[in-house]
């Protein structure tokens, strides 16, 4: 077949060519995503200068990326070099040590609060708590400052504690780390069901596709909570930020199983609602 550039056939056949090869390529290929787990902490800071972290999120095609770290410097040092691309979080935790006695810590208080009049942030965590620390003052504080200034809480916790933080602080928004990283399936639908105010982020939660295949049972509640789910990566440590990019593609892999406009909202577009567009 002799195809002619002059004369419109060209252009005609590649558009014919292009619509019948999407589907095949696969359209989820193209979804940018919104990465609702992203830490740029301490240790990340001599291996990856911001602007190679925040061209690791352009490669893996993260538009935007919810960002906490300890310290928070690092979070505001990808804001500074990208505030469109950056949401950040406020972590309370200054060093690693804060980890486990944070909920506990006037000091940590003192850190949350006056970090908060920079007036930059979206979130107060991801911090981790059980659910006997839930209603520490501490936690108390953070959670009436999260429901003053219309902030989430980005919670690692485990389904007692999140619906422990939910019962008491219902009118604080809270983002659901890795659907609590091993809760049941079922229990992260309950609870979605329940609680109107919960939001899912799914980072590690390698059991939603077991070897790139889409769990029925997860694949079932995200068509019944579609605007409820965000995808995200968690760089905890900075072989994460090496591993990002491969992590997108199969990310995208499972999204690609679900009816178009569902894989949409979970990939970027329940991020965009609740943080705003670039
Ligand atoms: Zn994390």
Redesign the pocket.
């Known amino acids: 077949m002799k195809v002619k550039t002059s004369n419109g056939v060209m252009p005609l056949l590649l558009i014919l060519l292009s619509s019948w090869m999407a589907p095949v390529l696969g359209q989820a290929q193209e979804m940018p995503i919104f990465d609702a ?1 992203i ?1 740029y902490s301490h240790r990340d800071w001599d291996t990856l200068s911001p602007q190679q972290a925040l061209a690791i999120l352009e490669k893996a095609g993260v538009r935007q990326a919810l960002v906490s770290s300890t310290p928070d410097d690092g979070t505001l040092k990808l804001y500074q070099a990208d505030a469109k691309r950056t949401i950040p979080f406020l972590r309370p935790y200054r060093t690693r040590d804060d980890m486990a006695n944070w909920h506990s810590d006037p000091e940590v208080q003192t850190y949350v609060e006056e970090r908060l009049k920079r007036g930059v942030y979206r979130g107060i965590g ?1 911090f981790h708590l059980s659910a006997a620390d839930a209603d520490r003052p501490v936690v108390k504080r953070l959670a009436e400052l999260a429901a003053k200034q219309q902030l989430f809480l980005h919670a ?1 916790v485990d389904e007692v504690a999140v619906e422990r933080l939910l019962t008491l602080y219902p009118e604080v928004r809270i983002l659901w ?1 890795h659907a609590g990283m091993s809760s049941p399936v079922k229990e992260v639908g309950r609870l979605l069901d329940r609680y109107p105010k919960l939001w899912v982020e799914l ?1 590690l939660r390698v059991d939603v596709a077991p070897r790139g295949n889409l769990d029925l049972e997860w694949r079932t509640l995200f068509l019944r909570h579609p605007d409820r789910f965000m995808v995200g990566t ?1 760089t ?1 440590t900075t072989s994460r930020w090496e591993s990002l990019v491969e992590e997108a593609r199969v990310t995208r892999r499972w999204l690609g199983q679900l009816p178009r406009d569902v894989a949409e909202q979970i990939a970027y577009r329940n991020g965009e609602r609740l943080f705003g567009r670039p």
């Open positions: 787990h830490h991801e690692h780390a980072a968690d905890w």
